[in-house]
């Protein structure tokens, strides 16, 4: 159901209500397993007089193929299928199966090798990359426009009892935070909501210590303008050039943009661009 309400952009109440229709029509079968329900094509859903429901379906889809709705719709169904992917699913094949083995645990043992750092999480949203962060950080900042998505993420915190994160309220253009007060400035899928990203980058070095690190993760270009009026995406993502641009020239050494995520067939990648703000020279009267 979850999957579904976010696949489709509807409320859950009116998924939940057409899913009850094709049940009581025999068109959709419903399994439950281990707190999941998941719904099929019933076996019996076979003839309509007009061919099997399969055929009509892949009728159906062909022809609508360049619709712009159901193609924003197929965007969504590729990122839950990432999503899966990522979940280290063994997707049918027992050799895959190696119980404990997550991404998530890869992150946290990686972040065994990150000195103890002060980190600010630009764009927080709902905190969940703040409060990873905070695993290996001495303090991280959580900064974000909307004061109810804060809440959210001050309500997660707390339920995880997690104690060295402050959070603030603020613009990507016009950070809470003092000049050259944090070492390493995070901003994840929040680039591209920027009205002028060059000036995001450029203020999000200002906050930067000489020698920090500025970490950035955003989508690859693409053509999903759906992504405008419904997430309030203010750019379709960026080129790995225009990245690495912008973090030169918002002030930043070795830049470099690579690939952290794609799949065939998903309109999504993910770009990782990194740069390092130059340390201050001591001059010698």
Not at 234 to 243: M, P, T
Not at 254 to 260: E, Q
């Amino acid at each position: 159901m979850t999957e579904l309400t976010g696949i489709l952009g509807v409320a859950q109440s009116n998924v939940s209500r057409h899913l009850g229709l094709l049940k009581d029509a025999g068109l959709v079968a419903e399994e439950r397993e281990a707190g999941f329900v998941y719904y099929r094509v019933a076996d019996d859903a076979r003839s309509n007089g007009q061919g099997t429901l399969w055929a009509l379906l892949d009728t159906h889809f062909e022809s609508a193929a360049t619709d712009r709705a159901v193609r924003a719709d197929e965007s969504r169904v590729q990122e839950v299928l990432r999503l899966r992917k990522e979940n280290f699913d063994t997707h049918g094949d027992a050799r895959q199966l190696v119980p404990g083995r997550s991404w998530a645990a890869w992150a946290r043992a990686l972040g065994h090798l990150i000195p103890p750092l002060d980190v600010a999480d630009i764009g927080c949203g709902d905190g969940y990359l703040t409060l990873e962060a905070a695993r290996w950080a001495r303090s991280v900042v959580g900064i974000d426009r909307s004061a109810d998505v804060l809440e959210r993420a001050k309500a997660l915190a707390a339920r995880r009892h997690v104690r060295n994160v402050e959070w603030k309220k603020g613009e990507l253009a016009k950070l809470p935070l003092k000049d050259q007060s944090v070492d390493v400035a995070l901003l994840s899928q929040s680039l591209h909501h920027a009205i002028d990203p060059g000036r995001a980058i450029a203020e999000t070095v200002r906050v930067l210590r000489p020698g920090g690190r500025v970490l950035i993760l955003d989508l690859r270009e693409h053509d999903e303008t759906w992504v405008r009026s419904r997430l309030g995406d203010r750019h379709l993502g960026f080129s790995a050039a225009e990245l690495e641009t912008l973090l030169r020239r918002g002030g930043l050494t070795d830049a470099t943009v690579t690939v952290g995520a794609s799949k065939a067939g998903d309109p999504f990648a993910v770009l990782i661009g990194s740069g390092v703000k130059t340390r201050s020279r001591t001059r010698i009267a």
